[in-house]
């Protein structure tokens, strides 16, 4: 395979910029934590499916071989799996600046987000003063949600008698102040996985419950690499995915986080056995936990939340602060080569600082031509139809040379016109 950057190097004052900030990258030896081929590949598809953290296979293979093949049953107890959703939890909690004992992993994000919609219709009928359902019947989510987002809402609503008001996160505080009083629940993605925008979590969990309304906020694409700091901004509900930047590999175990504060009240809409008071006791009347196992549902995936536990420490020492500060660094560079080197390519990603997630969306009428093309040239990202290029910006394992190397492989294929052929070929269905 031929090397992202080969027939064109960059301008001097870039590569030197590149090579000034990896060596004073204070999160540079944990690249070494993750399985990369060596072959100058650059994967920017972190913010889909992580890199493979090399601390995975030997524990998979821990967990059948001994595990499962020596100690069979008795591993729920022995190996700790029975305790494992909650332990896992806890280690994403840190990243997400939540205390112990209110993250559970489990399930899939589509599942978590049912399972908060309609705890949150309850929460809300509890709060209602007269215990009736109340005036609070309406929903407010961003139209530009990822699709499974609006899907579960929208059955969740017909169940819940909800209806559904779709607002940007920008025009949500008007809908607040317009209907606040009809607003039970607020929900967002902390980052537009298109766009990679990243909207003000703190404010707007504010301005919800500044007119009484629950806030769920989705982390798949900003858990790992932006701070959310839940119990700082008092937010009540949070879901999100752990096979993107948190690495935990191809349908990892989702996470919910419910603050201790509306653990008791959790009416779980599942409320499978793990989620009972006292799981072995098999009584046939549901008595639901009063802790965070009241968000589990059945049994978990545990080989896969094991490699989970695994994949989770690449962040050993890691402050999920200094992977904001690198991401940070890392696509304001990418920013600056794109301007210097491919200025006819639009940047929809805000240039802010603090509207910036972790990943980079980039416009072009040909965009699936230049994915095929870079592919070709051993860049890896994504396409977001019609017309835009996602650059997923990982920064445990990506360097500024790697982003450098991007963007030289881009001005290459631009140049030679890789991307017109590239263009023809058939395109996916899955991405
Ligand atoms: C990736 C992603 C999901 C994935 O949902 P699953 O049920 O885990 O497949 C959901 N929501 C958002 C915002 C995502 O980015």
Redesign the pocket.
């Known amino acids: 395979m031929s090397t992202a950057a080969d027939h064109l190097s960059a301008p001097a004052p870039l590569l030197g910029q590149a090579a000034a900030l990896d060596s004073a990258d204070s999160l540079g030896h944990v690249r070494d934590r993750f399985d990369l081929p060596d072959d100058g590949s650059v994967y920017l598809v972190g913010n ?1 499916l992580g890199a493979l953290p090399r601390a995975v296979a030997p524990a998979v293979a821990d967990a059948v071989q001994r595990q499962w093949g020596r100690s069979r049953v008795g591993g729920w107890n022995t190996s700790g799996w029975w305790a494992a959703p909650q332990r896992v939890g806890d280690r994403i909690g840190e990243l997400l600046g939540a205390a112990p004992g209110q993250v559970v992993a489990g ?7 049912h399972k908060v919609h309609l705890a949150a219709a309850a929460e809300t009928r509890r709060r209602s003063a007269d215990g009736a359902d109340g005036a609070r019947r309406v929903v407010v989510a961003d139209p530009a ?5 609006l899907y579960v809402l929208a059955s969740d609503a017909r169940l819940a008698g909800w209806e559904v008001v779709l607002a940007s996160p920008p025009d949500v505080p008007a809908v607040l102040a317009a209907r606040g009083g009809e607003v039970a629940l607020v929900t967002l ?1 902390q ?1 537009d ?1 298109r766009t990679g925008e990243l909207w003000d979590l703190p404010g707007l969990t504010r301005a919800a419950h500044d007119v009484g309304a629950l806030v769920l906020w ?4 900003s858990a790992g690499v932006v701070p959310a700091d839940l119990d700082a901004n008092d937010v009540d509900y949070a ?3 752990s ?2 930047f948190l690495n935990g590999g191809p349908g990892a175990p ?1 996470w919910i986080y419910v603050p201790h504060r509306l653990q008791a009240a959790f009416a779980n809409p599942i409320p499978g056995w793990n989620s009972a008071a006292q799981p072995f006791a098999m009584t046939a009347e549901y008595t639901p936990a009063t802790d965070i196992a009241v968000a589990r549902t059945g049994t978990p995936q545990m080989i896969s939340m094991l490699a989970l536990e695994a994949a989770l420490t690449a962040y050993d020492d890691v402050e999920v602060q200094a992977v904001r500060a690198k991401s940070l660094s890392l696509t304001g560079f990418a920013l600056e080569a794109l301007d210097a080197l491919v200025p006819e390519v639009e940047v929809v990603t805000p240039r802010e600082p603090e509207r910036r997630g972790s990943a980079l969306a980039l416009r072009h009428p040909q965009s699936w031509g230049l994915v095929r093309a870079l592919h070709a040239r051993g860049v890896e990202g994504d396409f977001r139809a019609p017309d835009v290029m996602r650059w997923g910006i990982a920064p445990l394992y990506l360097s500024h040379a790697d982003v450098l190397a991007a963007v030289v492989a881009l001005r290459a294929v631009l140049d030679g016109g890789e991307h017109e052929a590239a263009e023809l070929s058939e395109r996916p269905t899955v991405t």
Do not use: E
Request: proline letters at 4%; a negative charge.
């Open positions: 889909s399930d899939c994000t589509s599942v978590q987000l949600s990822f699709p499974t987002d993605s980052v996985y989705d982390l798949c694409h879901v999100g995915c096979y993107k989702a």
